[in-house]
């Protein structure tokens, strides 16, 4: 009775660590002591690790947070408190299974080491994604059935521990409507990462007519700086970059008319070793032409060329109508090369700036034979664009050309036309080919002044 009475005062007055009243997980009355030891060993024990590895970085940091506070205080409660967890035996738990995981001969088994790490790193964020402040302000703008989905995934892969269904990923990339949703789907990418690989030891990437939808969506919301991340060899998202993906960046880039976004993507694509297509040429020559880039397209092109990319007849028209507008003759007659070996009739782009090659070389006749050649091989159908184009030959290639000229070349090549446009004329009036433009008035004009 004695000892009764002495003593239940004494445990109301002290404190004591209630039981957490869920089967099994007991409390840990040192739970500071052993979170300090085993943080301690956890950051000895990770030095194994690559320092780059993003998983690394992860442990790394989540064990050092873990580590300061605990010594920096030494109620138990506000422990709980600011490590976010309802128990310090869950912190216990965490530390523990990230301590066990990291244990092992880094040199003997590594990448079982890589497959726990990465474990580890899906315990840091699970406690991130349940305790973070900051997910309320994200989420306030995201839309409501991306919203539904992201928790439907997250729940079966925190909760029930199994995948889920592969519709609703797809699902989830074609609801994406605004940077937020794109940042929710590559938040749970990277969390199906990890769990595919530590869970269901299933190393393979995802698709990439998958990714190539992911890189859709992203193009389609203005997420460029996560669309560029599909094209990452290395990557955290299970992604597989793909020369499609950097198409759909690339048609972004030439609706809007970036070189500086033409750049960036091309050279991703050059650093994560991206098979080059046909179709690539077709849209970075686009955008050459487009946005005036001489020197883009002909370093492109040399590219192009030495992988041994097959031009299609619209790149190479694209090619050598520009270095025909730029007056480099010596460029064009290497692109006719390149065509000729590929292609027996001349198209009628490439026909016509071979006439302007032949012009700036002072040789009308052949100009004329060349155009020649065009009229009596041109279709019914595109007889009228011939003819257009020719007269844009006469009346405005030559203002243009001679302007993109220096000041002594101009006047050279400006001789050079005023004489040979009307020997072209007069052949193509021979041959039975007239046109409705008068040299002299081009003259006046001041085309050739």
Request: proline share 3%.
């Amino acid at each position: 009775m004695f000892l009764r009475r002495v003593a239940r005062p004494l445990m109301m007055t002290a404190k004591l660590k209630q039981p957490t009243g869920i089967v099994g997980l007991h409390v840990v009355p040192n739970a500071r002591e052993v979170l300090i030891d085993l943080n301690t060993k956890t950051l000895e024990e990770i030095k194994a690790v690559p320092e780059d590895a993003e998983y690394c970085k992860e442990v790394e940091r989540f064990t050092r947070r873990g580590l300061s506070v605990c010594q920096e205080e030494e109620d138990f409660e506000m422990i709980e408190k600011r490590l976010g967890c309802g128990q310090a035996q869950h912190e216990l738990n965490l530390v523990g299974k990230m301590n066990g995981k990291i244990y092992g001969d880094y040199m003997q088994s590594k990448c079982n080491l890589q497959r726990n790490v990465c474990q580890c790193q899906k315990y840091s964020m699970m406690l991130r994604a349940s305790y973070s402040t900051e997910a309320g302000t994200v989420e306030s703008s995201v839309t409501e059935s991306v919203k539904e989905l992201y928790d439907k995934m997250l729940k079966s892969v925190l909760d029930q521990r199994s995948a889920p269904p592969n519709a609703w990923l797809w699902s989830l990339v074609q609801s994406c409507a605004n940077r937020e949703d794109a940042n929710l789907l590559f938040d749970i990418l990277k969390r199906l990462r990890i769990f595919r690989l530590s869970n269901l030891r299933i190393h393979e990437n995802f698709n990439c007519a998958f990714c190539q939808e992911i890189t859709k969506a992203c193009v389609r919301v203005g997420a460029i700086d996560l669309g560029k991340k599909v094209l990452w060899k290395h990557n955290v998202y299970g992604l597989t970059p793909n020369i499609g993906s950097a198409h759909h960046l690339l048609l972004f880039s030439k609706q809007h008319n970036d070189v500086k976004l033409l750049v960036e993507i091309m050279n991703l694509v050059k650093k994560n070793d991206l098979i080059l297509q046909p179709g690539t040429a077709d849209i970075v020559f686009s955008i050459c032409s487009q946005t005036d880039n001489w020197y883009l397209i002909c370093k492109y092109g040399k590219w192009f060329v030495k992988a041994g990319v097959k031009l299609r007849k619209t790149s190479l028209d694209t090619w050598m109508e520009f270095a025909s507008k730029m007056g480099d003759v010596d460029c064009l007659w290497k692109i006719e090369k390149i065509r000729s070996e590929t292609m027996k009739e001349h198209s009628l782009g490439s026909g016509l700036s071979c006439a302007k090659a032949f012009l700036i070389d002072h040789k009308p006749e052949d100009a004329a034979a060349v155009i020649q050649l065009l009229n009596q091989t041109v279709p019914d159908s595109r007889r009228q664009k011939f003819m257009v184009e020719l007269q844009k030959l006469v009346e405005e290639w030559p203002l243009e050309v001679i302007k993109r000229q220096k000041d002594e070349r101009r006047k050279e090549l400006a001789a050079t036309l005023h004489d040979d446009l009307p020997t072209m004329l007069s052949a193509l009036s021979n041959m039975g080919l007239r046109l409705n433009v008068n040299v002299e008035d081009l003259t006046r004009e001041g085309v050739f002044a």
